[in-house]
Every structure is written in C-alpha cells, then in structure tokens.
C-alpha cells in the first residue's frame, strides 16, 4: 500500500475541499458550534466549590438544548461524510439537505450498531457487579465465586467485541456507503474479505497513521486554543480539515482492498 500517496492525495482532497469555498468552510464551523458553546454556559468556579458541586446551578436546560443541536448537526456532517466515504471527487457542496440528513442518520446507525453487543453485554456485567457491591438486597450478591468469574468472563468478552468493533467499523461504514444497504455494513464476512485483501499489517500501519497525524494535529491546535477568550476558535475552525481529510484518506484505504472487477472472458 502506499501510504505516502494516500496520505497526499488526503491532504490535497482536504485542502481543495475548503479552498476557495469559504461557503462550505463556514457551514462546517456552524454545524460543530452547538458542542463548542457548551462551555459558555457551565462556569465551573461557580459550580465547584472545593469538593462540594453545586448541581442546583448547573444549566441543565441550556445544556440539553445545545446536546440536542450538537446531535441534529452532526447528522448533516456525518451526511457529508458519506458522500465522501463514496468516492465523490471532486469534494461535494453542501446539497440536498434532507438526503445529508438522513444518509447521516444511516452511518451513525451503522456505527452504533457495530459497538452495541460489546456495550450491552458490558453495561450489563458492570451494573451486576456494582450493584453486587453496592446493593446486595436488590442484586445477586457477589459471594458466589461463579458468578465473579462469569461476570469477570463477560468483561473480557465485551473488551474483546470493543476491539474487533473498533477495527471493523470504518471498513463497514464506508461499504455501507459504497453498496447503499445499512445490512452490508455489518456484514461480517465481506467487511474481512475487505481487510484481509488491504492486508492485516497494511490496515494496522493505515490505523496508527491515522492516528499518529490526529495527534499531532490535535497538539497543533491545542497551542493557540489555550489564548482566553478566542482561543477556542481555533480547533472549531479547523476541525473541518480533519474530518475531511480522515474521511478521504480510509476512502482510499477501502479502495485498496476492494475486490477487482471480474474480467470478461476473451470473444
């Protein structure tokens, strides 16, 4: 695989995506807001007073009210990213809104999807085993060695379909998007197929690089994010450039281990 020129072609993909359309910048900006102006409203000095909150003055109203917007907007940027994950070149406008909308809705389905056994099975062990703790009259108590060892076992299961979620779920999503059916997303057996034609070592090096650059990139805005006041400006304005360009660049590392097209039998 060749990591450099997935890597540039993400770059010039993110790059050309906002340059010279500053319109579609500042759409990007204004759907990530509602998440940014949650710190405006919770003034932790007041709330925190040594080791006692104060949940009275937290704005629980305000809150909710900017989650609920930060939830709505991030289906028309999760939208966004389907179309991206689609191989759309040159980078889309922001068009057909409703589609965005419900597309968006579509991949955080899939993704979800992808992680719900291990959360289930995991919530489930956690709240036996607190409430073992905490509530012996309410839950079983944990004085059965069995039953420790089972919900020790259910722990390590719901590790275990945390990881192989997490390494799966990209790959689903983006032949979701590719194929146009929310069942091919979570198909297992295709999902490996397509990895396994990337290359195990491939999709782990595709992984850390990824995550090596969102780290970096993370340092780099975080320097100026520490100005008061406008400092925070700063990462909203260039998340853009980061979802877009991680978006593209496992677009091309799907496409990399898509199945060749059949070859036609000579006349």
Do not use: C, Q
Request: net charge neutral; glycine share 8%.
């Amino acid at each position: 695989m060749e990591f450099e020129k997935i890597v540039t072609d993400a770059i010039e993909y993110s790059r050309d995506t906002f340059l010279g359309h500053w319109t579609r910048w500042l759409i990007f900006v204004l759907l990530g807001l509602p998440f940014s102006l949650i710190r405006f409203v919770v003034d932790p000095a007041k709330i925190v007073d040594k080791t006692t909150i104060h949940w009275e003055l937290i704005p629980w109203g305000s809150i909710a009210v900017l989650v609920l917007a930060g939830i709505i907007t991030s289906f028309f940027v999760a939208g966004y990213t389907v179309r991206i994950y689609r191989g759309t070149k040159p980078a889309p406008d922001f068009t057909g809104w409703v589609s965005l909308f419900i597309d968006g809705i579509k991949l955080d389905i899939v993704i979800i999807v992808w992680f719900l056994p291990g959360l289930v099975l995991g919530l489930a062990a956690l709240a036996l085993l607190v409430g073992g703790l905490f509530m012996p009259g309410v839950f079983p108590p944990l004085n059965n060695p069995a039953l420790i060892l089972a919900l020790g076992l259910a722990l390590i299961v719901a590790l275990v379909l945390f990881i192989i979620a997490a390494l799966y779920v990209t790959i689903g999503a983006i032949r979701f998007t590719r194929a146009g059916s929310m069942i091919e997303g979570w198909r297992f057996s295709a999902v490996s197929g397509i990895i396994r034609r990337i290359g195990w070592a491939n999709y782990f090096i595709a992984l850390v690089l990824l995550g090596v650059v969102s780290v970096l990139f993370s340092l780099a805005v975080s320097v100026p994010a520490i100005i008061p006041y406008v400092g925070w400006i700063v990462p909203v304005a260039l998340a853009p450039f980061l979802t877009v360009f991680s978006a593209r660049y496992f677009a091309l590392v799907y496409e990399a281990g898509e199945a060749p097209p059949p070859v036609s039998p000579a006349a």
